[in-house]
C-alpha cells in the first residue's frame, strides 16, 4: 500500500515567520513530488512541483527533495495571513518498473493557520 | 495556462434524479481526467482515473454504475451521478493531465441531493 503522510496540524505561526511543512511518502521508485493548497471550501491549487533533489525555490515557497530519505517538505518564508491553508502533498504512483501511473497519492493534509 | 472548468459549479436535485457534471481542460488536451470526491472536512478521496478514448478506471468501493464517466474528447469529461441519493451529496472535483503529468484541478462541483 503506497502512503504518503503528512502531520495533520493544525500548524500556527506568526505572521513573518517561516512555516515548514513535512511530508514522508511509502513508494521509493516515486519521481514526482507536489504541493498543493486548499483554501476551505475550494478545489486544490498547485504551488510547487519538485522531481530531483535539493531545493526549488519559487517565490516565497521553498520545496526540499530528499529521495533517499523518502522525505518532501515545503518552507513558506514571511507567512502572511492568507496562507492560512490545508496544504496537500502529492506523490506520482509509480509502476514496479518505473514508469508513471498518471494518477497522484495525497496526503490528508496540514492544516496551516497565520496569526496576524 | 493549464485552466480546468468545471460546469455546474453547484447543484441541488431530488434524491433519485440523474446529475452530469463537466470538466473541461481549456488550454491544453488532456489526455487523462481524474475525479475526487471530498466531503466535509476529508481528504480527497480518488472515484476513477479515465483516459480519452477508453474506459474508466475505479477505485475499489466506487460504483462504476452509479458513478458514469465518459471522457469523449482530450478536453471534456462527464461525470454522471445516477440516481442520487442524500449520502452522494459531497464536493466533486475534477483534474486533468498531459501524458501522466502535473495535475491541474478544475474549481469543483457542490452536490446537494434532497
Known amino acids: 500500500q503506497k502512503e504518503v503522510e503528512q502531520n495533520s496540524g493544525p500548524l500556527s505561526v506568526p505572521e513573518g515567520a517561516i512555516a515548514s511543512l513535512n511530508c514522508t511518502y511509502s513508494?521509493?521508485?516515486?519521481?514526482?513530488f507536489f504541493w498543493y493548497r486548499q483554501y476551505s471550501g475550494k478545489s486544490p491549487e498547485l504551488i510547487m512541483s519538485i522531481y530531483s533533489n535539493g531545493d526549488k525555490e519559487d517565490g516565497r515557497f521553498t520545496a526540499q527533495l530528499n529521495k533517499a530519505s523518502q522525505y518532501v517538505s515545503l518552507l513558506i518564508r514571511d507567512s502572511q495571513p492568507s496562507d492560512s491553508a490545508t496544504y496537500l502533498c502529492a506523490v506520482n504512483a509509480q509502476f514496479v518498473w518505473g514508469g508513471s501511473q498518471g494518477n497522484l497519492i495525497f496526503g490528508k493534509g496540514t492544516k496551516l493557520s497565520v496569526k496576524p | 495556462g493549464a485552466v480546468v472548468s468545471q460546469h455546474p459549479s453547484w447543484v441541488i436535485c431530488k434524491s433519485g434524479t440523474s446529475v452530469k457534471i463537466e470538466c473541461r481542460s481549456l488550454?491544453?488536451?488532456?489526455?487523462?481526467m481524474f475525479w475526487y470526491r471530498q466531503f466535509p472536512k476529508q481528504s480527497l478521496m480518488l472515484m476513477a482515473t479515465?483516459?480519452?478514448?477508453?474506459?474508466?478506471?475505479?477505485e475499489q468501493g466506487v460504483e462504476k454504475d452509479k458513478f458514469l464517466i465518459n471522457h469523449a474528447s482530450l478536453t471534456l469529461s462527464t461525470l454522471t451521478v445516477t440516481s442520487a441519493h442524500p449520502e452522494d451529496s459531497s464536493f466533486y472535483i475534477c483534474?486533468?493531465?498531459?501524458?501522466?503529468?502535473?495535475?491541474?484541478f478544475g474549481p469543483g462541483t457542490r452536490l446537494l441531493v434532497l
Open positions: 479515465s483516459n480519452e478514448g477508453s474506459k474508466a478506471t475505479y
Open positions: 488550454d491544453f488536451q488532456a489526455t487523462t
Open positions: 483534474s486533468a493531465s498531459r501524458r501522466a503529468e502535473t495535475q491541474y
Open positions: 513508494d521509493r521508485v516515486s519521481q514526482s
